[in-house]
């Protein structure tokens, strides 16, 4: 399908795709092998700006994870392995829409979890009428 020319284009492309992904990590102090900078690679769907936004909610989260364990203990505890976590990144596509700001509730009791759980869920009756209705079908 392709001729000799454009394998060999596309595999120099790719090189230096890989080459400035692993200068990237490097720049970080992240050291990766072959295998795994070409798997972070296809996981960031070729692009490298998916890379970096990538490296930025690493960034981002690593200085929060700092910040809280500071406030909590004293101790300074980031993101402890930073090339898994980035890989994990890429993979689950956990860098996506990071700018939205989501607020989530606060219960400060099981029953108030429940009561809230029991509120969104539909009503499902009790477990006789489920019973018949299931033997019913």
Known sequence: MF???????????LLQNISRLDTLLKSL?????????????????????????A????LKCHKEKIEQSESL???KKGIF???????????YGRHIDVNENVELPFFDSIL???????????D???SSDRNRLRYQT
């Open 112 to 122: 108030a979890l429940s009561n809230f759980v029991k509120g969104i869920s539909p």
């Open 55 to 58: 490296v930025e909610y690493m």
């Open 73 to 75: 203990n004293g101790e």
């Open 29 to 53: 102090g992240m050291k990766c092998n072959q295998e795994t900078l070409h798997r972070m690679w296809r996981y960031a769907g070729k692009k490298m700006s998916e890379v970096e936004n």
């Open 3 to 13: 001729d000799g020319k454009r394998k060999k284009k596309s595999n120099e492309l």
């Open 81 to 91: 392995k930073p090339i898994g976590w980035l890989h994990d990144c890429l993979k």
């Open 124 to 126: 499902t009756g009790s």
